[in-house]
RNA sequence: GCUAGCGUAGCUCAAUCGGCAGAGCAGUUGAUUUGUAAUCAACAGGUUGUGGGUUCGAGUCCCGCCGCUAGCUCCA
C-alpha cells in the first residue's frame, strides 16, 4: 500500500506499485495526458518511472507550465540533436549532452567540423524525428550487460565514463529512441512529439571531461521551448543584449579602444570612458579617505625575488609576462599584484599595536599574461587597474575590518544602482596542494570569515564554494551576471594570515606587551578592475550613464546660430558651476541636434533660443523624460548639480538577468 | 593555449561562378537660420588585417602570421 502525497494535500493510495503515468491518471485524465514529468520527494522523474510499492511519498506532476518540465524537455531535445546528427555523420562519438540556463549542449567527437551551414539540415532532420513522434524508452542493465551495449554501439567515451566516473554504479540506465541509444540517467519527456520549439544556437570545442589533456570534441549548443512565440522571445532577448554589449557600445559611445599594435589585451581609454574611469576614482579615493584608508603609490615592476618570497612568482609564473632580464642576473616582474609592494611599505618602519590597522589604498595596476582566448572586451584583458588595498591589522581586529571591507564594496555597489549580485566564499580545497600556509591558520581564517558574513545579511549569499580560495587565504567574492548571462567577479575581500607568516615576509607589530606580534593582512578591491567594473557598468546601463558618472552631463544647442553666444554664455556657466558640457554650434536644425544628443545618451539638452535669451533662461530636455520646460539658468544648475550629489541613478531599462525560463535538470550523462 | 568562425572606408554593411572595390552614416565644403529624435547639395575617403602561393586575372581559392568572436581550459 503507498499513500501519495499531491502538492494540494490530498493523500491518494495505491494497492499494486504503479507508474508516474498512472499515478497522474489516478488525479485526473487531463493531468495524465499533459503529463511530461513527476516528482517523487523532490525527485525529478519521468512518467514512465514506478512509484515505490508501499510507504508514503510526496508526488507532484510537472506539465509545460512547469519549469522542471521545460528542463527535462530540452534533455531531451539533446537527445534528438544527437540522434539527427548521428543519421546526417558517421562514427559520431556520443559524450555529455546536459541542459544548461537557457538550453542544452551535446558534445560529440566526429571526423567532419561542423559549422552554422550544418544547422540547418541538423535542424530539418530534428524536426523529421520530433515528427515521428516515438517514445523514449528506459531500459536498466547490469554493468557488464552496460559496457558490451556501449562497445557494441561503438561509443568508446561512454565506455570509458562507465569505467570511471560511474564506476561505482550497480546498474546502468539507458534511453532508447528508434535506432537511437544512449546512455543516460534521465529523465524523458514520454515521447519526442512532446518537444516543442527549438533551435541550434552555436558550436564550439570542448575537452572531453574538460581535461585539457584529453581528447577535444564539438559542443553543438541549443534551446528549445514548448511554443515558437517563448522560442522567439527568447532569440530576441539574446538580439537585445547584443546590442548593449558593452564592445560594442564601447565603440559607439567612444569610450574604449584596443590596438593590435600596443597588444591584446590592452585597453586604451579615450577620453569620454576615461571620464568615467576618472569620476568614479574620485568617488573612491574620498570614501577611502572618509574610512581612514591611507594612499600610496608604488612602481609597476618589482623584483622577481619579491615575488618569489610572497608565492606569486612559482604559483603563476604560466600566466605572467616573463620577467624582464638585466644584467648580473638581476630580474624584475611586470607586477601581477600590488600585495608585496605594499607590504614593503608596511614594513618600511617598526610598527606599534597602537597604528593598527594600517589601511594602505592604490589605484594599482597590474599586468597579467592571460592566454590569448580567454581575452574579451573589458572584461578579461591582460593590463588593468584595481581599486587595491591593504589592511594590517592585530587578530582581533579582523572581524570589524573584515566587515569594513564588504560594507564599503556594498556601498560602492549600491551607488551605482548594482543591486543584482550574489556572494561567494571561496574557501581552500583540503586534498588540493596549491595553497601556502599551515592549516590551523587556515581554518581560523575561514571560521571568522563565514562567522563575519554569516552577521551581515549579505544578499544571495551561498555555502562556502571549496577550491575557491585564493593560495594565501579564503574570500567573499561580489559576482555580477552580465546582459549576456555570463557572471564576473568584481568586488572581493580576502583574508590573509601567510603572506605575514614567518615563511613569507615575517610581519610584526609590537604589541602592548612590548614583544612582536604578527599582523593579519586583508586584500581587498570593491571594484575588482576599474576595466572590468566599468565594462559590465556599461552593460548595466545599457551606456546611459546617470547624471553623476556620465562623461557628458548637459548639451547646450541652440535653435539656430543666432543664439550660438547665448549658448556659449550658457555653456560657460555651467562649467564654471562643475558640469560637464558641450554645446552645439553646427548648422543643424534642432530636431538633428537633439537626435544626436539622444543617441549619444546625454543625460540633459539645454535648448535654448529667442525666448531664452530674452529671460535668461534654458529649456530643459531629460534624455528620459523629454522636454521638461523652461526654467531660469540657475535653477536648471541647481537641479543638477542637486542629481549628481545626491548619486542618483534614473534608468529607463533596468538590466536584468536574461529571463531564460527555468529549471536546468541535472543529467550529466 | 585548444577547436571553430570572422577580418572590405572612422562606423554599419554590399560586391553573382575568380572578371572595373560600392552604399548609408560620420567627415570636409557650400547653401539653409531652423523650437524638442535625421535640411539639401557637392567633395573627399581603400595596398580589401598582413606576408606568401595558385591563376591571364584574387576581396573571393590555398598556406603562414596578426587581430577579433564563441565555447573549452584558467583566473593571484
Known amino acids: 500500500m503507498l499513500r501519495i502525497r499531491l502538492p494540494d494535500g490530498k493523500v491518494l493510495e495505491s494497492k499494486g506499485q504503479i507508474t508516474v503515468a498512472e499515478a497522474a491518471r489516478m488525479i485526473g485524465p487531463k493531468l495524465a495526458k499533459d503529463a511530461l514529468a513527476g516528482e517523487v520527494d523532490g525527485k525529478v522523474i519521468g512518467v514512465d518511472y ?21 528542463g527535462v524537455m530540452r534533455h531531451s531535445c539533446a537527445h534528438v540533436m544527437a540522434r539527427a546528427v548521428m543519421r546526417l555523420f558517421p562514427d559520431v562519438q556520443l559524450a555529455f549532452g546536459p541542459t544548461i540556463e537557457g538550453g542544452f549542449y551535446y558534445d560529440m567527437g566526429l571526423a567532419h567540423s561542423i559549422t552554422e551551414d550544418d544547422f540547418p539540415r541538423i535542424e530539418e532532420e530534428m524536426r523529421k524525428i520530433v515528427g515521428q513522434d516515438e517514445p523514449f524508452e528506459r531500459f536498466v542493465e547490469p554493468r557488464e550487460r552496460a559496457l558490451a551495449l556501449c562497445d557494441q554501439m561503438h561509443q568508446p567515451l561512454k565506455v570509458e565514463h562507465i569505467g570511471d566516473g560511474l564506476k561505482d554504479e550497480r546498474t546502468l540506465s539507458f534511453y532508447r ?59 530576441h532577448q539574446l538580439e537585445e543584449a547584443k546590442r548593449r554589449d558593452h564592445r560594442v557600445l564601447g565603440k559607439q559611445l567612444e569610450l574604449f579602444t584596443t590596438s593590435p599594435l600596443v597588444g591584446s589585451g590592452l585597453i586604451l581609454w579615450l577620453p569620454k570612458g576615461a571620464m568615467i574611469r576618472a569620476t568614479l576614482e574620485t568617488f573612491v579615493r574620498e570614501e577611502l579617505v572618509k574610512r581612514g584608508y591611507e594612499p600610496v603609490y608604488t612602481p609597476h615592476i618589482g623584483r622577481v625575488e619579491m615575488y618569489e618570497t610572497s608565492g606569486h612568482f612559482p604559483y603563476y609564473s604560466d600566466s605572467q609576462f616573463a620577467p624582464i632580464e638585466m644584467e648580473e642576473g638581476e630580474r624584475y616582474l611586470l607586477k601581477p599584484m600590488n600585495c608585496p609592494h605594499h607590504i614593503m611599505i608596511y614594513q618600511s618602519k617598526g610598527r606599534s599595536y597602537r597604528e593598527l590597522p594600517v589601511r594602505l589604498a592604490e589605484f594599482g595596476t597590474v599586468y597579467r599574461y592571460e592566454k590569448s582566448g580567454q581575452l574579451g572586451g573589458m572584461t578579461r584583458v591582460r593590463g588593468f587597474t584595481q581599486d587595491d588595498a591593504h589592511l594590517f591589522c592585530t587578530p582581533e581586529q579582523v572581524a570589524d575590518e573584515f566587515r569594513g571591507c564588504l560594507e564599503m564594496t556594498q556601498m560602492m555597489l549600491k551607488a551605482v544602482g548594482m543591486d543584482d549580485y550574489r556572494v561567494r566564499l571561496g574557501f581552500r580545497d583540503p586534498a588540493s596542494d596549491k595553497y ?67 615563511e613569507r615576509f615575517g610581519l610584526e607589530y609590537i604589541g602592548a606587551d612590548n614583544a612582536p606580534h604578527r599582523p593579519v593582512m586583508i586584500h581587498r578591491a570593491p571594484l575588482g578592475s576599474l576595466e572590468r567594473f566599468i565594462g559590465v557598468l556599461i552593460e548595466h546601463f545599457a551606456g546611459a550613464f546617470p547624471l553623476w558618472l556620465a562623461p557628458e552631463q548637459v548639451r547646450v544647442l541652440p535653435v539656430s546660430e543666432k543664439f550660438t553666444t547665448y549658448g556659449t554664455h550658457v555653456t560657460e556657466q555651467l562649467r564654471a558651476a562643475g558640469l560637464r558640457v558641450t554645446v552645439d554650434v553646427r548648422p543643424e536644425k534642432i530636431g538633428a541636434k537633439i537626435r544626436d544628443a539622444q543617441l549619444a545618451h546625454v543625460p540633459y539638452m539645454f535648448v535654448v533660443g529667442a525666448r531664452e535669451m530674452e529671460g535668461g533662461s534654458v529649456s530643459v530636455r531629460d534624455r528620459i523624460d523629454g522636454d521638461l520646460g523652461a526654467m531660469p539658468l540657475v535653477a536648471a544648475i541647481d537641479k543638477l548639480k542637486a542629481e549628481v550629489a545626491a548619486r542618483t541613478v534614473r534608468q529607463k531599462v533596468k538590466m536584468s538577468r536574461p529571463q531564460i525560463g527555468g529549471g536546468t535538470a541535472e543529467n550529466e550523462y
Open 50 to 70: 514506478l512509484l515505490p510499492a508501499d510507504g508514503e511519498v510526496a508526488f507532484r506532476v510537472f506539465t509545460q507550465k512547469d519549469p522542471q518540465a521545460l
Open 177 to 235: 529512441q528508434g535506432e537511437f541509444v544512449d546512455l543516460c540517467r534521465g529523465p524523458h519527456v514520454p515521447s519526442a512529439g512532446r518537444i516543442g520549439a527549438f533551435k541550434l544556437l552555436s558550436v564550439a570545442g570542448a575537452y572531453w571531461k574538460g581535461d585539457q589533456k584529453r581528447q577535444q570534441l564539438q559542443r553543438l549548443y541549443g534551446t528549445a521551448f514548448f511554443t515558437q512565440q517563448d522560442l522567439e522571445a527568447h532569440l
Open 436 to 502: 601556502v600556509g599551515r592549516r590551523e591558520l587556515w581554518d581560523r581564517a575561514e571560521a571568522e570569515l563565514e562567522d563575519v558574513c554569516k552577521t551581515m545579511n549579505l544578499p544571495n549569499m551561498e555555502k562556502p564554494v571549496r577550491g575557491e580560495a585564493a593560495f594565501y587565504g579564503p574570500k567573499a567574492d561580489f559576482l555580477v551576471t552580465d546582459c549576456l548571462g555570463r557572471e564576473w567577479q568584481l568586488g572581493t575581500v580576502q583574508l590573509d594570515y601567510n603572506l605575514p607568516s614567518e
